[in-house]
């Protein structure tokens, strides 16, 4: 619909609105032959209505003809292959437009590309939903403004887009594997398609180390995900998982993927994220996980980066590696972290640590309170559980 018509607002609310319409009358009507081509035709007509309610046709075709140069018209139609390229890829990387800041790039392309919500996203940054409902609002505008034409950037600009549009497929990738609200602990929707898409920048970019090891670390990460949840959905921990179920054939394709990235030198954040995941991997029990390369791992990716989430999993892994006491004394210098003060997951591994320690009585008041502040059901569920646990220990 972008690519048809250019108006990227208008062309959401229309999509939607025809999303909307196939969940009334499908389930009566059936599904249509094309159910792609279906949504596009009741997109077409429903912004084609807006357009005409906006403004008279010329000033319609100006802003159109703005959008495109003329050698651009003859593009396919929108329900039709372009070239061969992906219409999500070129949206991926048109949102990552050097235009906008790289907060409103990331916000807008989970917005608009990965499906997410404004409060899902609002959480991924640690901002109020409020300040991110304005972020995306003004970059849409500002992608409007620019003019820039539906088709994927050139080599150049390609390469100015890039780190935004990784950072975007991790996040979205990441609330897809554990999601921050919700019944469900995973959304596999979510991350089949930050794979799939990671795929696609791979295809664009196969000599970039960064891009690889992003896919390496997916891979690696979603090996696990069937062996995370019970029958009933209930989360299961890494170390209590059955490493039986964990996909040997992605594990594979992300191992050999991260080796071979690994091997041009300077390593940068996903090639040793994707190196830790392959610890994790390939280690047959939790018990034989090498917990000190780990820690030297998060160490080095401490230096690349100031996230708060590192830093708590290096506290994670300096307590597997040393035991819960020096996990427990780095978690005091994080508690004073901002970014981190409404984060359930502190709370959680301040409790486990605790428990770990033999302090039940702290770990089960750490536990409900990280219950407290979790939005995901099946995390509250697991914490619940574990606070009552230690409760009837008491």
């Known amino acids: 619909m972008v690519r ?9 609310d229309a999509v939607q609105e025809a999303l909307l319409a196939a969940a009334l009358r499908w389930p009566t009507e ?30 319609r075709e100006d802003t159109a003809a703005a959008w495109k140069s003329p050698g651009e018209w003859l593009a396919p139609a ?10 999500t890829l070129i949206l991926l990387f048109m949102c990552c437009h050097p235009a906008l800041p790289p907060a ?14 404004t409060a899902e996203i609002a959480r991924a940054f640690l901002v ?29 600009e390609r390469a100015e887009r890039l780190a935004a549009v990784l950072h975007v497929l991790y996040l979205i990738f990441n609330e897809g594997y554990a999601s921050t609200s919700g019944p469900d602990l995973q959304r596999a929707e ?19 180390a960064e891009v690889t090891g992003l896919l390496a670390l997916m891979l690696l990460t979603d090996a696990r995900r069937s062996a995370r949840t019970g029958p009933d959905g209930a989360l299961i921990p890494m170390a209590e998982q059955d490493r039986t179920r964990w996909d040997a054939a992605q594990i594979a394709e992300g191992v050999e993927l991260v080796t071979g990235a690994l091997s041009r030198g300077k390593p940068g954040p996903y090639q040793i994220q ?21 820690t030297a791992l998060y160490e080095l990716l401490l230096r690349l980066s100031d996230n708060p989430m590192v830093a708590l999993n290096h506290a994670v892994a300096v307590a597997m590696a040393r035991g819960p006491r020096a996990g427990l004394d780095r978690l005091e210098g994080l508690r004073q972290d901002k970014r981190l003060a409404g984060d359930h997951r502190l ?34 569920r697991y914490l619940h559980a574990r606070a009552a646990l230690l409760r009837a220990a008491e």
């Open 4 to 12: 048809r018509y250019g108006h990227f607002a208008a062309a959401e």
């Open 30 to 59: 059936g599904l249509p032959d094309d159910p792609r081509a279906w949504l596009i035709t009741v997109a077409a007509r429903r912004l084609t209505d807006l357009l005409r309610a906006e403004q008279a046709r010329r000033r």
């Open 78 to 87: 929108a329900d039709q292959p372009a070239g061969g390229s992906d219409d």
């Open 104 to 117: 409103a790039q990331i916000a807008l392309t989970l917005r608009a590309v990965g499906g997410l919500s």
């Open 128 to 156: 109020p939903e409020g300040t991110m409902t304005r972020r995306i609002t003004r970059a849409k505008q500002r992608v409007k403004d620019s003019g820039l034409p539906f088709r994927l950037p050139r080599a150049a």
């Open 190 to 208: 979510l991350t089949a398609e930050a794979i799939r898409l990671t795929r696609l920048v791979r295809r664009l970019l196969p000599g970039d």
């Open 274 to 294: 994707a190196a830790i995941a392959a610890l994790h991997d390939e280690a047959r029990t939790a018990e034989e996980t090498d917990w000190p390369q780990i």
């Open 347 to 380: 709370y959680a591994v301040r409790a486990h640590l605790l428990e770990q320690a033999g302090e039940h009585e702290a770990a089960r008041a750490a536990y409900e309170e990280a219950a407290g502040r979790a939005m995901s059901l099946p995390q509250q």
